[in-house]
């Protein structure tokens, strides 16, 4: 006679059956991290080439790059930086026209101010190739309500940060120990550290194109930043540093720029909580870096893009980061 009596799965032989799919997923989960993260860094790298050919496209009917950042009348720093003339060469054709940028050269910045203090303003647009995917910022749109001082910015109303900064080359901050030998730095009649500095050329990029950067990554994330003294960050978080759009003051090098000064993926050490002076605030705002593990993707000025790590030698880094510096790069 059949034994009809169904037979179930006894405790252990669940257990044995969870501990193996548990294996297995955790055996599956760093690769579908690494899938992921790769990913991310194919389009980060994909931004920063649209940033590239936006470049070239510029330049293309220039003898020049576009101005990192031009400034006028010193004393109220007005400015505007070099992601807005790029905007037509990506697509933000409309973006531009409400910058009036001719306009802005010539230091007619007042038309521009109302319409900053809008949720439409342009110099608030959060355009998505502006933003690498490893690199989440507590906020992309930012409002200050009023002019914050520490900060020098001309004008308050609504901004949209980036992770992107362009090559200012051996130092770019604090602004008069800048050291202007990369492709984008202060131009225009009230410039510093010299007076009416020109934009670069493409001439001048006598280390050649594959060798220099042009444009790369920077991290708006640093939660040891944010705990400097406040007067010491400028009144800025971390991520507050990182306008695109910036309209004045001579904090510009900062916000639109970085350098081969410091190491990649720098962070601001434990050290430098409740900070009261400058140091740490300023050796954050040099250096380039990235969400991305173990390095930051860095457009070169031949259009190409390369993920360079954070164990490249400083002889190698700075050589990268001068148009003219004569130096043999080597890493």
Not at 85 to 107: C, R, T
Not at 117 to 131: R, W
Not at 305 to 320: E, G
Request: aromatic residues 12%; contains cysteine; hydrophobic residues 30%.
């Amino acid at each position: 006679m059949r034994d009809s009596t169904r037979r179930g799965f006894t405790l252990v032989e669940l257990l044995v059956v969870i501990a193996i799919i548990g294996t297995l997923v955790a055996l599956l989960l760093p690769a579908v991290q690494a899938a992921r993260e790769a990913a991310r860094r194919s389009q980060c790298s994909n931004n920063l080439k649209q940033f590239g050919l936006a470049v070239q496209n510029y330049i293309s009917g220039n003898e020049y790059y576009p101005d990192g950042y031009w400034q006028t009348y010193r004393g109220t720093y007005k400015g505007v930086s070099f992601f807005v003339p790029l905007l037509p060469f990506m697509e933000q054709q409309n973006i531009y026209d409400l910058w009036d940028y001719p306009q802005l050269k010539q230091g007619e910045f007042y038309h521009l101010k109302a319409k900053l203090l809008t949720p439409e303003s342009p110099a608030a647009a959060d355009i998505n190739s502006f933003h690498c995917p490893s690199d989440t910022p507590e906020e992309r749109v930012i409002y200050f309500k009023t002019s914050p001082g520490g900060s020098g910015m001309l004008y308050p109303g609504y901004y949209s940060n980036t992770s992107y900064a362009g090559n200012y080359g051996t130092r770019n901050y604090y602004s008069n120990q800048s050291i202007p030998d990369g492709i984008f730095f202060l131009t225009g009649p009230e410039s510093f550290p010299e007076d009416d500095q020109e934009p670069a050329k493409l001439s001048q990029v006598a280390d050649g194109t594959s060798n220099t950067f042009l444009m790369g990554e920077r991290y708006n994330f640093d939660p040891i930043f944010d705990t400097i003294d406040e007067h010491h960050r400028n009144g800025l978080l971390i991520h507050q540093w990182s306008l695109w759009g910036w309209t004045g003051g001579y904090k510009g090098n900062a916000h639109l720029t970085r350098s081969s000064f410091q190491p990649i993926n720098t962070v601001v050490p434990p050290s430098c909580q409740g900070a009261s002076n400058y140091d740490c605030q300023d050796d954050r705002l040099m250096g380039w870096g990235s969400g991305h593990p173990g390095g930051a993707t860095i457009g070169l000025a031949d259009g190409s893009t390369r993920f360079v790590s954070d164990s490249i030698s400083t002889i190698a880094l700075a050589a990268y980061g001068t148009r003219d510096g004569g130096e043999i790069v080597s890493e």
